[in-house]
């Protein structure tokens, strides 16, 4: 986890090196670093080719950088304060811990950096625009759909990959608000987290599912979570659980073509990545921007899957 201090040799490194001002990279090119979650995931490199297009298109530098899985918590903060050492013209940064980053946050801030937070908020003002799905509408969604698969009464659990990301606690709260209020026959018996792994989260289901066999539904949170759950079923030998996911990378997309997973949650990560870049290009040049930028998500399943406005947003 993150530690004080950790945050202390990653804020004075930053201290050192960052000016009172809003910088430019060198030759008066805007450079714009984007920190990420991660990017083992499909969704990530999707949210990095929108973030590249939108470079080429403004005329600007981006690099694209997360740590090698999503708890890695203290290692994304150095990643940040390197990124900050820099002198960006402004930042983009999607938070693991919605918390721990508001320091560096700040510092940033106090320096004239716009920043732009993408996919997970921060719990604070700073970011000056966040780019991003409505996770707690998508999540509400995904429990309509889980409710009618399984005729609106039973059990189901969710596997979810973290409860510090925005993104983690929206989208746990949207389906279990959505469950709770709407469908009085339908009981939450569990709520796991997995970190976004796929091998924890096979394990996790396994454990779900050998504890709970009445259970009807699985609501996987993220591709890493969703794909766990897959797999979990699959060497469970349970053949009639209804998997609902979230995000859409090959594995998902596969399948949800082979009847194993019901739907999903896609978002729109090339979007993402693209409105993060434009945004941070008009805050850096001192344009308004708006403060929440939706970046919209669908429901996919068999039989929609193939649509041409469902195809152009899954993670292929």
């Not at 090698?68 to 940040?80: F, H």
């Not at 609106?152 to 969710?158: E, N, P, R, T």
């Not at 082979?258 to 090339?270: C, E, K, Y």
């Amino acid at each position: 986890m993150f530690t004080r201090r950790h945050f202390t040799t990653a804020a004075t490194a930053l201290a050192l090196t960052l000016g009172a001002t809003a910088a430019k990279a060198q030759d008066g090119e805007l450079y714009i670093p984007l920190i990420s979650k991660g990017f083992q995931h499909q969704f990530w490199q999707a949210v990095n080719q929108g973030a590249e297009q939108a470079a080429e298109e403004l005329g600007v530098r981006v690099t694209f950088e997360g740590p090698d899985n999503e708890s890695q918590v203290d290692k994304q903060m150095d990643m940040l304060a390197a990124a900050l050492a820099n002198n960006p013209a402004a930042i983009g940064f999607a938070a693991l811990d919605s918390q721990a980053a508001i320091p560096l946050l700040r510092q940033a801030q106090d320096a004239g950096v716009a920043v732009i937070a993408f996919d997970s908020g921060v719990d604070s003002d700073i970011p000056v625009a966040t780019a991003a799905t409505d996770n707690v509408a998508a999540a509400a969604l995904a429990a309509d759909k889980m409710a009618e698969l399984i005729g609106g009464s039973g059990q189901v659990a969710v596997v979810a990959h973290d409860q510090t990301s925005r993104t983690g606690v929206d989208r746990r709260d949207g389906f279990v608000d959505q469950i709770e209020e709407a469908y009085p026959d339908i009981e939450i018996v569990a709520i796991e987290y997995g970190g976004g792994d796929q091998l924890e989260s096979t394990e996790i289901t396994r454990a779900l599912l050998a504890a709970h066999p009445d259970l009807a539904g699985i609501f996987g949170t993220n591709e890493g979570s969703a794909i766990g759950v897959v797999n979990g079923v699959r060497e469970s030998g349970a053949e009639d659980i209804v998997i609902v996911g979230y995000d859409s990378g090959q594995a998902q997309i596969d399948a949800i073509r082979d009847g194993v997973m019901a739907g999903a949650i896609t978002q729109n990560p090339v979007g993402i990545g693209y409105e993060t870049v434009k945004a941070a290009v008009a805050a850096a040049r001192g344009e308004e921007v708006p403060a929440d930028i939706d970046t919209g998500f669908y429901w996919y399943d068999q039989t929609n899957i193939d649509d041409p406005e469902i195809a152009a947003v899954l993670y292929q």
